[in-house]
């Protein structure tokens, strides 16, 4: 394998190690270092963090600092094959020191075992050994079912050992593949129905049911091997018959076909799964006593065959690792299971052991068989995997609860199957990280693009909760769970502190050695000095959930310190409020009077960069460049109009992106509007989705604010009338008149946003931001703040805000007559001009405060009456309606 192929293959495991955002691809391109952008030190340090979960990493960052910028990339190349190199010596070296450690103890153990037997005979052996090697398979639920007999030598056990193989390797050891059935008549069956409901089946995942191997601890219905020759036992005396019987009962307790006891397919499907149930058929030649003890034994063959069918299928990895760890522990519990059933046959061999007392000892075993049999079938019906898994078992504790047995087996089971889930649970909630690669965890990781000022559903939609995976038992803290992961990828991404009981996130396993095994290993040897607490599931004792709650008060204040501290949001937040929101008054004026011959013309002949050069200047001309954020300020030419952009953001509509549109009828100011180019984290809270609803405050007021400037030159153009003969300067009063109704008229909508909503708005956000606990905190009561003062500036609903801008088209349009107007004759037709427009101004406005009246009448916590008084504050409007 060539250097370039093994340096990116580590480069991938070391870029999921650290954490970093970069993929393997970003950090080649970053070395290969083309256009020769990036400084050595930049390429060390980044070098640094993939190095960084490993204790001597530093000396492989020491190893590439002196490489020359032009030939990054086959430095990188070398450091990291010798890091590969020294991680295989390192895993060598402690493999061979394993081998040897096992070596010295076998070799100690057959140096005890010799001295041992090199002594005097004794004739009786106590039972101490067998009790000593029973406790290697001790497992809570079956380990008091064992039957020990009255007297146990070596050869006891010797003999027990040799069955125990034969059983395995008799040509007649078959496998069944799934749960049983007991049919009427001479037939046993041993299915059982649930009623736990159903959950959903996951795409691309279904129960393996292919054919076992050879050996197995369960029937098997191909003929590969010729079966015995079926003995006449109907021959052989009665009394005679029973321990050849018994013989058989035993085998089919572990799996093994007989010639007596016949399993074989069920003649229905009664799984919904498709798994076929057993039957057991019975031979004619039993007795009538011996057939109805027979029958009395076989449902537990019956419900261990469907166990054990399960063990085998959920083998398959694509189950995932909680299917795993219950498949492990399954299988604790059948090796348990297994020795009972040596002793038995012990018993059997040396003629104390009967079918009555068979069924006598076996009883105890019955309950616990039957819940796990019941148990895996559902987890098979359901097709559950991961957390579904752990809520069914959960609640099948629930239901169990009266019966302290059934109750202790399901508590081991859901107590060993959650291990695997609660460690990528403690991953989550201590790093950040989702290591999930057969999608079981119920946190779902959308891949997204962290580009600058996109983030219009990354902090959404990147991070999801999918509810039919979550743990019954987690279900209400699944929202904590959630934001805790958030908060800490954000913290890790900015270069922050990971939360420390996360530090101890140990891994093993055996077979082949991978690189990623390699990294386990040797960021785990950096972990061992320190004991931690790891992260635990107890069915009875719910103290993980108060390591949950540390851990998100952990992440919640490391992100709102970071984001408020180091990246100063609320410095922002008021650098935002200034120009969208035209606090900075002067620099508002200076820019309006260098842009405002450009936006009178059409959108589609102006030139944006003409606009951001003039707003540059402004900037640097202005008070505004006292502001350190001022470089994030930009200018945007929207290709619609401001009741398009309302009824998009109404709509939950992209409101962001260009669309093809006609333009050709907007003038400039109608499109014109800033944008704001927040960097990460801060664009968390300014986003693209934030400014846009900025954006329309903005497009109002400036507009608003457009209007009255033109209105207030008309004003200034009135003094030319004092040239005109008494007669014809009356016909300009009332177009006078009407200019200053419509002057009062934009100045109480302008006065009312800014006074009246946007500042008694800001004021309650900026106290609520004092008390802010977590960045969710920050997003909710900005998020409160804006959508109240689109509510209250009328900007949310259409019927409100047609009218608004309707007033002030006939405004720009008036002042244009006006213009034109005052340096030509006065005739009866501009009288006639005037009075259409004082009618077209009056019948929009009553129509405006009559519609505002409706609102307010609804919703009587809105402001909306405010602006009533200020328009009308005489009643004049209402009296000329009547008129």
Not at 630 to 643: A, E, F, N, S
Not at 845 to 865: G, N, P, Q, W, Y
Request: net charge neutral; proline share 4%.
């Amino acid at each position: 394998m060539s250097t370039e192929i093994v340096a990116k293959k580590l480069l991938a495991e070391l870029v999921k190690k650290s954490g970093l955002t970069y993929t393997t691809d970003n950090i080649v391109t970053i070395f290969l270092n083309r256009d020769g952008k990036y400084s050595n030190k930049r390429l060390a340090t980044l070098l640094a963090q993939l190095f960084k979960p490993f204790p001597n990493g530093s000396k492989y960052v020491d190893m590439y600092a002196p490489a020359n910028t032009k030939e990054s990339y086959p430095a990188l190349v070398m450091v990291l094959n010798r890091f590969a190199n020294d991680l295989k010596t390192a895993h060598a070296e402690k493999a061979a020191a394993t081998v040897a450690s096992a070596a010295a103890t076998v070799a100690a153990q057959e140096q005890s075992i010799k001295s041992d037997t090199s002594g005097t005979a004794v004739p009786t052996v106590s039972s101490e050994p067998v009790h000593k090697r029973v406790s290697l398979f001790e497992s809570p639920p079956l380990s008091s079912t064992r039957i020990i007999p009255d007297q146990v030598t070596p050869e006891n056990v010797q003999e027990i050992k040799e069955k125990l193989v034969q059983a395995t390797s008799n040509p007649a050891s078959n496998r069944l593949s799934s749960s049983t059935s007991l049919p009427p008549g001479s037939m046993m069956a041993a299915h059982h129905h649930h009623n736990y409901p159903s959950l959903s089946r996951p795409a691309g995942f279904e129960f393996s049911h292919r054919k076992a191997p050879i050996v197995s601890w369960n029937f098997n219905y191909d003929e590969l091997y010729p079966l015995q020759s079926k003995a006449n036992v109907a021959a052989i005396p009665v009394a005679s018959q029973e321990p050849i019987v018994l013989k058989e009962v035993l085998n089919c307790l572990i799996g093994i076909k007989g010639t007596l006891i016949t399993p074989r397919k069920g003649a229905t499907t009664l799984d919904p799964d498709g798994a076929l149930a057993v039957e057991f058929q019975l031979s004619n030649q039993l007795t009538e006593s011996c057939r109805d003890m027979v029958v009395e034994v076989l449902p537990l063959a019956a419900n261990y065959s469907a166990v054990q069918s399960f063990i085998e299928g959920a083998s398959v990895t694509e189950g995932g690792v909680v299917l795993q760890a219950l498949r492990s522990v399954l299988k604790t519990i059948m090796t348990d299971y297994y020795l009972s059933i040596a002793q038995l046959d012990d018993l059997r061999c040396r003629r104390g052991l009967s079918l009555q007392r068979l069924i006598q000892f076996l009883k105890p075993v019955y309950p616990t068989m039957e819940e796990l049999a019941a148990t895996v079938s559902e987890i098979r019906r359901s097709n559950a995997r991961g957390g579904q898994v752990l809520s069914l078992l959960h609640d099948r504790i629930t239901a169990k609860s009266g019966t302290n047995h059934a109750q202790k087996v399901l508590v081991h089971l859901v107590e060993s199957a959650a291990a695997p889930f609660m460690e990528m649970l403690e991953l989550w909630i201590y790093r950040g990280v989702i290591n999930d690669p057969q999608q079981e965890f119920f946190i779902d990781h959308s891949s997204m693009e962290l580009t600058e000022n996109e983030l219009v559903d990354y902090w959404e939609k990147q991070y999801t909760i999918r509810n039919e995976k979550v743990p019954c038992f987690l279900a209400k803290h699944a929202d904590i769970i959630l934001r805790t992961g958030k908060y800490l990828n954000v913290v890790r991404v900015c270069g922050g502190a990971e939360f420390q009981p996360g530090n101890a996130n140990g891994g093993g396993g055996g077979g082949a050695t991978t690189t990623t095994d390699l990294l386990n290993a040797s960021s785990a040897t950096a972990r061992t000095t320190t004991a931690v607490k790891r992260l635990q599931y107890a069915h009875f004792d719910q103290s993980y959930l108060d390591e949950i709650e540390e851990a998100y008060n952990f992440a919640s204040s490391s992100l709102l310190n970071l984001i408020m501290n180091k990246y100063d949001l609320m410095g922002r937040l008021l650098s935002v409020k200034r120009y969208f929101l035209l606090q900075q008054g002067d620099f508002i004026t200076e820019f309006m009077d260098a842009v405002e011959e450009d936006l009178r013309k059409s959108v589609d002949t102006l030139h944006p960069i003409r606009l951001a050069n003039l707003l540059d200047v402004t900037l640097g001309l202005s008070s505004a460049k006292y502001d350190e954020y001022h470089d994030d300020l930009k200018t945007m030419l929207l290709p619609y109009g401001i009741v398009t952009q309302i009824s998009k953001i109404v709509n939950n509509e992209d409101a962001f992106v260009d669309t093809l549109s006609d333009t050709s009828q907007l003038k400039g100011v109608e499109c014109f509007t800033f944008t704001y180019k927040a960097q990460w984290p801060v664009s968390i809270v300014l986003n693209l989705w934030t400014i846009s609803k900025y954006q329309m405050i903005f497009r109002q007021l400036f507009y608003l604010k457009y209007v009255e400037r033109i209105l207030c030159r008309v004003w200034i153009a009135n003094n030319e009338t004092r040239q005109f003969a008494p007669n014809p300067a009356k016909l300009y009063r009332s177009a006078f008149t009407l200019r200053q109704k419509m002057l009062i008229a934009i100045q109480s909508f302008e006065s009312y946003m800014m006074i009246e909503v946007i500042e008694p708005n800001w004021h309650i956000f900026y106290q609520n931001m004092k008390q802010v606990k977590n960045i969710d905190d920050v997003l909710n009561y900005h998020q409160d703040f804006l959508d109240q003062c689109l509510k209250n500036c009328m900007l949310t609903e259409p019927d409100l805000l047609k009218p608004i801008i309707n007033l002030c088209n006939i405004c720009i349009k008036f002042c244009d007559f006006l213009a034109t107007a005052t340096t030509m004759a006065p005739t009866e037709t501009f009288s006639e001009r005037v009075e259409q427009f004082r009618h077209d101004f009056t019948d929009q406005l009553m129509t405006l405060l009559r519609k505002i009246a409706d609102v307010a009448t609804l919703s009587t916590s809105e402001r909306f009456i405010n602006l009533i008084y200020r328009i009308n504050f005489n009643s004049y409007y209402s009296e000329t309606n009547e008129n």
